[in-house]
């Protein structure tokens, strides 16, 4: 088995596009996202993720695309083969242990034999949206700015996380908060992800995030988008 190490494929990685395989994405849209130039798309969301639903979306990616395509783990039973990755987030601000353990434990000791260890990451996830669908199924609690500090320390030094990643699920966060989460990380990498609509919010949050995550505005407004593309790797 490998230890999880990244990639220097993902380590070059800037922008990551999200699709939720429980909403309705058209032919054009779809292609209109892989072609763009995005790193990568994670499937993934909170709500009805099922395995027909993941299996409809990632075989529609496949059937024409060579992006690099991630499963985002919320639910074991919509897990299956034929991904390039496999992220496994650790809900640190969670106020039960079992979504910081507990489910990442059951889901490796059932799925194992069906995933290369090397295409496996853990994310330190930490909700900031106490309004977000994925706040409340977690049962996390709102940290504030000297408690991320520390989340994003033990992501890295204490469980030696490859990923440590801001989810502000649909609401924009707060760029300042973003830059001090990047100043406490040296080698894990920082991903936010949450209410980037316009280009200009892309570069304000990629000046310190490695990575940024598009994914509601993929189904308000695809125009803008597809812009976010080209504006943080420009």
Not at 36 to 58: E, F, H, M, Y
Not at 63 to 81: F, K
Not at 126 to 137: M, S, T, V
């Amino acid at each position: 088995m490998e230890d999880g190490t990244l990639t220097t494929e993902l380590m070059n990685w800037k922008h990551i596009f999200k699709l939720d395989p429980a909403k309705e994405i058209s032919d054009e849209d779809l292609d209109a996202i892989c072609e763009s130039g995005t790193d990568a798309v994670i499937v993934g969301g909170t709500d009805n993720i099922t395995l027909d639903n993941v299996l409809d979306l990632l075989s529609r990616i496949r059937r024409n695309y060579t992006v690099p395509c991630i499963l985002e783990i919320s639910e074991e039973d919509a897990l299956t083969p034929g991904f390039d990755y496999y992220f496994i987030p650790m809900v640190l601000n969670s106020k039960e242990k079992k979504w910081m353990m507990d489910v990442q434990h059951q889901a490796i000791k059932e799925y194992i034999d069906m995933m290369e260890y090397s295409e496996i990451y853990f994310e330190g996830y930490c909700i900031l949206n106490e309004d977000a669908k994925a706040f409340i199924h977690t049962n996390s609690y709102l940290p504030d700015a000297d408690d991320v500090k520390a989340y994003a320390y033990m992501a890295e030094h204490v469980f030696h996380l490859p990923i440590f990643y801001m989810e502000y699920s649909g609401k924009y966060g707060n760029p300042a908060l973003v830059e001090e989460v990047s100043d406490v990380l040296e080698n894990t990498l920082l991903f936010y992800g949450g209410g980037i609509e316009t280009p200009e919010q892309a570069i304000e949050m990629k000046q310190h995030a490695d990575v940024i995550i598009v994914g509601n505005s993929i189904y308000t407004n695809i125009k803008q988008a597809l812009k976010t593309v080209a504006a943080v790797k420009n």
